[in-house]
């Protein structure tokens, strides 16, 4: 009985062994694997940015679009950099505060800002020093803007800051705000956030006695 199930097992490996040469060897040419006519379309070289080629002048490995041209669906921004963000209309943020949007615009915060503008936006970021320290964005100022004002400046940027637009996606830029809105509040809680937040420390068993 045992030696007649080795047997089976021997068989079956023997015809999978078999069958995996016959497909995938590339020994039977014309049947299962036919001949690559051009292959250099089935292996692209991948280019790797920065390296320097001699196929387009300036040596890149990507085009820029020429000036003046927008892709499909691409919106244009109405202001510049020099516009005042104080002066851009005011608006409010397009996306719902949900805690999905929130925590996305946590992880743009922590991708891109936190560097310079630090955990809770005190401007004490990792590059800072050499990096000159920026406002903080608790200031009275920020908590004035719009959240339009404040998109302005992270699309556009702001003397020394540089712009976010070409970087971070619209709606990730308005999601960046409500987290910010959230590193303003944790700043200046009001006495119902404050009973809030020891209720559900309390609910852990963590409460401040
Ligand atoms: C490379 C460092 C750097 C990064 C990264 C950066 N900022 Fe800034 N940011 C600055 C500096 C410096 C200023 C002050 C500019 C000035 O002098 O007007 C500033 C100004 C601002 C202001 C206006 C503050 C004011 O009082 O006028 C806001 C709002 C702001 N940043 C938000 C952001 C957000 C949101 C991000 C991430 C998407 C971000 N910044 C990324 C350096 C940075």
């Not at 803007?145 to 003397?159: E, R």
Request: with cysteine; net charge positive; glycine share 8%.
């Amino acid at each position: 009985m045992k030696k007649a199930l080795g047997t089976l097992i021997l068989v079956i490996l023997i015809f999978v062994g078999a069958w995996m040469f016959y497909k995938h060897s590339g020994f039977f040419l014309y049947e299962q694997s036919p001949l690559q006519y051009m292959p250099n379309m089935h292996h692209t070289r991948a280019l790797i940015p920065q390296r320097g080629y001699d196929f387009y002048k300036n040596g890149a490995a990507t085009r820029v679009p020429p000036s003046g041209t927008l892709s499909r669906n691409q919106k244009v921004y109405p202001y510049k950099k020099e516009d005042d963000a104080g002066k851009v209309e005011r608006f409010v943020n397009p996306l719902p505060i949900t805690l999905d949007v929130v925590m996305r615009g946590k992880k743009m915060y922590m991708q891109y800002c936190v560097v310079c503008h630090g955990v809770t936006g005190q401007g004490n970021g990792y590059v800072v020093p050499p990096f000159s320290q920026p406002p903080s964005l608790n200031s009275d100022k920020i908590r004035g803007y719009a959240d339009s004002q404040i998109f302005h400046v992270i699309t556009v940027g702001q003397n020394l800051m540089g712009a976010y637009g070409p970087q971070i996606r619209e709606n990730d830029r308005w999601a960046a705000i409500h987290y910010l809105r959230v590193l303003q509040r944790s700043e200046n809680p009001t006495p119902e956030d404050i009973a809030a937040f020891d209720k559900m420390l309390n609910k852990t068993g963590e409460g401040s006695k």
